[in-house]
């Protein structure tokens, strides 16, 4: 089974406009870490947010929040007022300690904000 | 002020080639990745190295072979290339945290196209 499903190959999002990015996971171990990272067209892989299983509260860091749905196995990615400069792949990445804190990522999300 | 770095940034080569990438990381950390992203931007861990100590060692030809020649160091070397070997390779550190916190942070990637 896939450890961390991205469903949405493509999104378009008006500019200005909010954007969920769906993440699904799966995992036995209570304990684990979710992350997000950006990857535009030039190329890098930019780290974005950081949730833990344990954390009481959804992440956020600037624009960028987690909506953290531990029962549904869920970590979306939202955007709130895109920004052209917000194209690019965003993954999905799970880290947990039975697999040796091994990262496992998604197959990602192609997001285009349109002007 | 780079903090995960690569060299080199494109390689074209033909196939049966040896060549070599190299990655430093000036963050402090004690572990490193190599991570092979196909064309369809799918990531897959590679190897993974703890100060100098190989600790993630994925299914993958022996043809690749790491090399740390100290912890903020790590090499990877491809023997006989070919075509199948055409992919972006990133190397990525982490300080290496026995949990699930451990965040890791990727070079800018390394474009090798085998002809």
């Known amino acids: 089974a896939q450890k961390i499903t991205q469903t949405q190959p493509g999104m378009f999002v008006q500019e200005k406009e909010a954007v969920t990015l769906d993440c699904t996971y799966d995992?036995?171990?209570?304990?684990?870490?979710l992350f997000w990272y950006k990857q535009p067209s030039s190329g890098e892989m930019i780290f974005l947010i950081y949730?833990?299983?344990?954390?009481?509260q959804n992440a956020t860091e600037g624009r960028y929040s987690l909506n953290f749905q531990k029962a549904r196995k869920s970590a979306n990615l939202v955007i709130s007022a895109s920004q052209l400069g917000d194209s690019a792949m965003y993954f999905c990445?799970?880290?947990?300690?039975?697999?040796?804190?091994?990262?496992?990522f998604g197959t990602g999300t192609s997001l285009t904000v349109i002007p | 002020d780079t903090a995960v770095s690569q060299t080199p940034k494109y390689l074209v080569t033909q196939m049966g080639n040896d060549k070599s990438i190299k990655c430093e990381q000036n963050?402090?950390?004690?572990?490193m990745y190599w991570y092979k992203q196909d064309s369809k931007k799918f990531l897959k861990i590679m190897f993974s190295?703890?100060?100098?100590?190989?600790?993630i060692n994925e299914t993958v030809p022996n043809r690749f072979s790491p090399k740390s020649p100290d912890k903020a160091h790590l090499n990877l070397h491809i023997n006989s290339l070919e075509l199948g070997d055409s992919a972006v390779y990133f190397c990525?550190?982490?300080?290496?945290?026995?949990?699930?916190?451990?965040?890791?942070?990727f070079g800018p990637g390394t474009r090798l196209t085998v002809l």
């Open positions: 963050l402090g950390h004690d572990t």
């Open positions: 990525a550190s982490s300080q290496g945290l026995a949990g699930v916190t451990d965040t890791q942070y």
């Open positions: 995992t036995s171990d209570p304990s684990y870490g």
């Open positions: 190295y703890n100060n100098k100590e190989l600790i």
């Open positions: 990445a799970m880290r947990e300690p039975n697999t040796g804190n091994q990262f496992y």
């Open positions: 949730q833990g299983s344990y954390d009481q």
